[in-house]
C-alpha cells in the first residue's frame, strides 16, 4: 500500500463548480498534513497546510479525519487559474528529517 | 527576493559521465532536501540535510551523493549517471525547529536525461 493515495483524475469541472478531492494516508502516526500545488513543468508551492478542526483560505477549506486517516480539499467557485496537480503531503512525526511524503498528485481542469 | 535556484534547469548526459546539479537558498534555512519526480511515483527524497556538514539518505540514495559544506549549498552529485536516473529533480529547504510546520521551498527543478 502507497504512505499516501490520491486519486490521480484527471478531473475537468466547468468554472464555477466545486470540487472536492481525498487523500489517504496509511501511517496512523503522521503528524502534519498539507496540500501543495504543482503547475505543469513547475516547482510544487505549499497551497495549505491541514489542521486537525479543519481550516479555510478564501475558496480553499482543508479537512484532516484521523479516524480515518483521510485529507480532504475543498475548492468553491472554481477558477481557469486553478487549473493544476493538486499534491497531498504528509510529513511524519520524527524531529531530524523534515521529508515530506508525497502523493502523486490530483490534475484539476477548469473548462471555461 | 527569496528563493532556492538550481542550475542546470536541463541536461542531457551519456552514461557514466560525472555530473552536478547545484542548489542554493538565500533563506538561512538549515534544512535542505533533494527530491526526484517520476510519473506515476511522485516526488521521492533523495538525501537530505539538517545542517552544515550533516547528511542523511532518504528513500532513493543509490547512485548520488549530496554534501553540505556551507548553509545556503546543497549540491547533488551523480558519479555515473545511468539511464534510470533520467527524472525530474527538485532542491528544496526550509527552517527546522521540532514540532513546528515550516513550509518547504522548491527550486524551479531540474530535467535530467542520461542517454
Known amino acids: 500500500r502507497k504512505e499516501v493515495e490520491q486519486d490521480p483524475g484527471p478531473f475537468n469541472v466547468p468554472e464555477g463548480a466545486t470540487v472536492a478531492f481525498n487523500c489517504t494516508y496509511s501511517n496512523s502516526a503522521s503528524q502534519s498534513f498539507f496540500w501543495y500545488r504543482q503547475d505543469c513543468r513547475k516547482e510544487p508551492k505549499l497551497l495549505m497546510s491541514v489542521y486537525s478542526s479543519g481550516n479555510e483560505d478564501g475558496r480553499f477549506t482543508a479537512q484532516l479525519n484521523r479516524a480515518s486517516q483521510y485529507i480532504s480539499l475543498l475548492i468553491r467557485d472554481s477558477k481557469l487559474s486553478d487549473s493544476a496537480t493538486y499534491l497531498c503531503?504528509?510529513?511524519?512525526?520524527?524531529?531530524?528529517?523534515?521529508?515530506?511524503?508525497f502523493g502523486t498528485g490530483t490534475r484539476l481542469t477548469i473548462i471555461p | 527576493e527569496a528563493q532556492v535556484t538550481q542550475n542546470p534547469r536541463y541536461l542531457i548526459t551519456v552514461t557514466g559521465k560525472k555530473l552536478t546539479v547545484t542548489c542554493s537558498q538565500n533563506m538561512n534555512h538549515e534544512y535542505m532536501s533533494w527530491y526526484r519526480q517520476d510519473p506515476g511515483l511522485g516526488l521521492r527524497q533523495i538525501y537530505y540535510s539538517m545542517n552544515v556538514e550533516v547528511t542523511d539518505k532518504g528513500d532513493v540514495p543509490e547512485g548520488y551523493k549530496v554534501s553540505r559544506k556551507e548553509k545556503r549549498n546543497f549540491p547533488l552529485i551523480l558519479e555515473s549517471p545511468s539511464p534510470n536516473q533520467t527524472s525530474l529533480y527538485f532542491c528544496?529547504?526550509?527552517?527546522?525547529?521540532?514540532?513546528?510546520?515550516?513550509?518547504?521551498?522548491f527550486g524551479p527543478g531540474t530535467r535530467l536525461t542520461v542517454t
Open positions: 528544496a529547504s526550509s527552517l527546522s525547529r521540532q514540532g513546528v510546520n515550516y513550509e518547504q521551498y
Open positions: 503531503v504528509v510529513k511524519g512525526a520524527n524531529f531530524g528529517n523534515e521529508k515530506l511524503t
